[in-house]
């Protein structure tokens, strides 16, 4: 009898022993308190954190990252500046994104969630992977103008940064790709996918919807989303919508990838969280989803590259737009806007 | 004896199923880590380059002077006569002009034997591109990545020309993929094989002339074409310029 215990107890111990010595990619773990959830039903993202394995302590210093100053040249604009967690990470009531000395950019600051299913970034799609897209607007001139190696020299000579990038990283060496992979695993974890629709759709409860708020989902899907598709509400295509060019005159993709094809394709972005989003299009023009759907039903403007879903004006009646206003309120998140894990 | 066992078999357990991969940054050096050095020297034509100071005269007749050179070598492989390759690790080196130390180094655990060529890629493989955050040569610090297109600039020239129409000449080459690729592949012949054994290091020296970014096949005149960069339509004819600039001038 008491060789059998011992027999269980040794098993027990080479169980525990293989489980805890030998843990797969931290990616997830459980242990840490941390670990990146796919939602019920959604693709698989594309970036998983591979060669960034996503800890408490990485996510925390990215966050402190995110909403801190220094980034820019004069310690005045951090990434929370444009991208605030109370407007789903976009910037509340600015058309344009404002940088350092109050210098105005060309485009809408768009908002920040389930970034990791993204392949491109920008409304042009010009930055390819989610760890180098800070390094656009930290150095861009109109938005945080600061360089690379200035902001090394400023969290170097800061022993906080020392020692939160030691508690992630395993020493203080505070070094680009280590800020660039924290700021990775703060931007990857945030997810937004606990709207009424995705209740709805997971037969939770929270998720009854309305007869309006169902006709605008059957509206939706007929005339919108072929385009901004579920359940990200984007496709992550690029596409002409057929906004006239402002003074900007605004290329978009063409200049990125140098295609004629490509000129005045921008980013579909995605229709979640747009009560907090405001203004829309990839300029800020239109104030309101009112003002969107008068667009959408009467203005659509043709040139070459106009996205052949787009060659008439969409349909809508006032009853349908009502009906489809009210299905897009359903898509509005609180949980992730207010989630303070992600507030500094 | 039970309680042995079972220390004996947690023991192996832990040794075993655990074993971790060798820390690259602990291996010690070895006594038989056989080297090979590459000597990058930059010239202009027959004189060697000198930064803000020296005059040089392109194909076209346009006189200039350089502030800044800086390009990538990447991929690096030395090649026996029997076809046996050698490919370096890691391989990615930013060549500067302003910088000494970066223009010379020596490749690690070269197999014996004798090479009489090399290849290498001018810039850096589309793949580290598309990876996201590095470091080393490939750190997003030195200048050499534009933030608003992802991808490394392979090369840099910047300097100055009275033939320009301001004065300035600013040549920056990128571009992985689709219309804008400036990433070549570069082979040369050693005048003699370098022979690799115990206690002999051989080091090459290779020349790269940059005139040759301005003419061959295409010429190019600083009145029209002053400054290239992301999107222009020079990008590649750039790079099939000075895809030929280098030669491996000795091996000593």
């Not at chain 1, 299913?117 to 992977?129: A, K, P």
């Not at chain 1, 006709?215 to 992550?236: M, N, V, W």
Request: charged share 20%; glycine share 8%.
């Amino acid at each position: 009898m008491k060789k059998l215990v011992i027999l269980s107890l040794a098993c027990f111990l080479v169980l525990v022993t293989l489980v805890t010595s030998c843990r797969p990619d931290p990616s997830v773990d459980p242990i840490d308190g941390i670990s990146f959830e796919v939602p019920e039903g959604w693709p698989e993202p594309v970036y998983k954190f591979e060669g960034n394995p996503l800890t408490t302590a990485g996510f925390e210093l990215g966050k402190k990252l995110f909403f801190d100053p220094r980034l820019s040249r004069n310690n005045t604009v951090s990434c929370g500046s444009c991208h605030q967690p109370f407007a789903a990470f976009a910037q509340l009531d600015h058309d344009v994104s404002h940088g350092v000395d109050d210098k105005l950019g060309t485009r809408n600051s768009p908002g920040l969630f389930n970034l990791n299913w993204h392949t491109g970034f920008f409304w042009d799609g010009g930055v390819n992977h989610i760890e180098v897209q800070p390094i656009n607007p930290i150095q861009n001139p109109v938005e945080m103008d600061e360089k690379l190696e200035n902001i090394i020299t400023k969290l170097s000579a800061d022993q906080q940064y020392k020692t939160a990038f030691a508690a992630a990283f395993g020493d203080e060496a505070i070094t680009t790709q280590r800020m660039l992979k924290a700021l990775a695993q703060y931007l990857g974890m945030l997810v937004s996918s606990n709207s009424k629709y995705d209740k709805y759709t997971r037969n939770e409860p929270g998720g009854a919807m309305t007869a309006a708020e169902l006709s605008g989902l059957s509206i939706y899907r007929s005339k919108c989303a072929s385009c901004h598709t579920e359940p990200l509400f984007t496709d992550l295509s690029y596409r002409n919508n057929g906004l006239i060019p402002n003074s900007v005159n605004d290329s978009g993709r063409g200049v990125i990838t140098g295609n004629p094809d490509d000129l005045y394709k921008f980013k579909v972005p995605s229709l979640r969280n747009l009560k907090y989003t405001g203004p829309y299009m990839h300029d800020g023009r239109l104030k309101s989803l009112q003002a969107v759907l008068n667009y959408y039903t009467t203005s659509i403007h043709h040139s070459p590259t106009l996205d052949p879903l787009l060659q008439t004006n969409i349909e809508l009646s006032p009853q349908e737009q009502s009906d489809l206003l009210a299905f897009l309120n359903t898509l509005n998140d609180e949980d992730f806007v207010k989630n303070p894990r992600f507030r500094p | 004896m039970w309680k042995f066992t079972v220390a004996a078999l947690l023991l192996a357990v832990t040794t075993i199923g655990c074993r971790k991969k060798p820390d690259p940054a602990v291996t010690p050096v070895e006594e038989d880590n056989r080297q090979i050095s590459l000597t990058f020297q930059n010239v202009a034509g027959t004189e060697p380059l000198v930064l803000d100071s020296a005059w040089y005269m392109n194909a076209n007749g346009d006189s200039f002077k350089v502030r800044t050179y800086k390009y990538y070598i990447s991929n690096i492989v030395l090649i026996q006569a029997d076809g046996t390759e050698f490919k370096e690790k890691e391989s990615y080196h930013l060549i500067d002009e302003g910088n000494n130390q970066s223009k010379s180094f020596n490749l690690q655990s070269v197999p014996d034997g004798n090479y009489v060529k090399m290849k290498f890629l001018i810039g850096v493989d589309s793949a580290r591109n598309v990876s996201g955050a590095q470091t080393g040569a490939l750190d997003m610090m030195h200048g050499m990545f534009w933030d608003w297109n992802t991808g490394y600039i392979m090369a840099k020239l910047e300097g100055s020309s009275p033939q320009a129409p301001n004065g300035s000449i600013v040549f920056h080459t990128g571009g992985f993929s689709g219309t804008f690729n400036v990433l070549r592949q570069v082979t040369l012949e050693f005048p003699q094989p370098a022979e690799v054994k115990v206690g002999k290091t051989p080091n090459v020296h290779i020349k790269a002339d940059i005139l040759e970014w301005f003419q061959n096949p295409n010429l190019i005149d600083f009145k029209e074409t002053s400054e290239v960069m992301g999107g222009s339509k020079y990008l590649n004819a750039l790079a099939d310029n000075y895809a030929d600039m280098f030669t491996v001038d000795h091996i000593d």
